[in-house]
């Protein structure tokens, strides 16, 4: 049960896009598209952004797109706004039905 | 509206016990899987355990097994965690969050369960 690899922070301007990346291994992402994205703001509960690896919950913004290879799985983000600046955890379905997160992004808009 | 409010987090002494709540509304939770997810204090989110449906299946990190016991009331529409013999590193804001079999659907805002001596 060692947490996913995702890059401690990533960056953008308004307007561009961004990936984050989601590595694990062929215990987990590798194994299984049940890979989700949360968005953290500061003091606020999280909210799930995608849903098995490429799903898009009602209500959230088709800038938000996921996708996966191999072992690794991957947040993009198009049409960088202000209000995307948050933390990003991807979450994994693994081994012995438990589930594994990464150890979260901090996305800053400049 | 789905809701979800937690409850019983606090000040407890290593090795002590503590037993959240989790008040359930806004849906049937006998429908749900449904699980606790852990983010200590400037750190990263840490699932902790689910629970299926109607009980009968209960899954757990590697780091609370034999500590921590999940379980769900659904005629009181309640999700509960008993957690026993807590360490220092157990410190964390604890989140009731509907699902689990494959993500996290909705969260309750959390509480704060501190072990110090």
């Known amino acids: 049960q060692s947490a996913l690899t995702q890059p401690a922070s990533v960056s953008g301007s308004p307007g561009q896009s961004i990936t984050i990346s989601c590595t694990g291994t062929?215990?987990?992402?590798?194994?299984?598209?049940?890979v989700s994205w949360y968005q953290q703001h500061p003091g606020k509960a999280p909210k799930v952004m995608i849903y098995?690896?490429?799903q898009r919950p009602s209500g959230v913004s088709n800038r938000f797109s996921g996708s996966k290879s191999g072992n690794t799985a991957s947040l993009t983000i198009s049409g960088l706004q202000a209000e995307d600046e948050a933390d990003y955890y991807c979450?994994?379905?693994?081994?012995?039905?438990?589930?594994?997160f990464g150890g979260g992004t901090k996305l800053t808009v400049l | 509206e789905v809701q979800l409010v937690e409850s019983g987090g606090g000040l407890v002494q290593p090795g002590g016990s503590l037993k959240l709540s989790c008040a359930a509304s806004?849906?049937?939770?006998?429908?749900?899987?449904m699980s606790w997810v852990r983010q200590a204090p400037g750190k990263g989110l840490e699932w902790v355990a689910k629970?299926?449906?109607?009980?009968?299946?209960?899954y757990y990190v590697d780091s609370v097994k034999g500590r921590f016991t999940i379980s769900r009331d659904n005629a009181k529409n309640s999700l509960y965690l008993q957690m026993n013999s807590l360490r220092v590193e157990d410190t964390a804001l604890y989140y009731c969050a509907r699902g689990g079999k494959s993500y996290f659907a909705s969260w309750g805002q959390g509480t704060l369960v501190t072990v110090s001596s």
């Open positions: 979450c994994s379905f693994a081994g012995g039905s438990t589930l594994v």
């Open positions: 098995e690896t490429t």
């Open positions: 062929s215990s987990d992402v590798g194994s299984s598209n049940l």
């Open positions: 629970i299926n449906d109607d009980g009968s299946e209960k």
């Open positions: 806004g849906f049937t939770l006998s429908d749900y899987w």
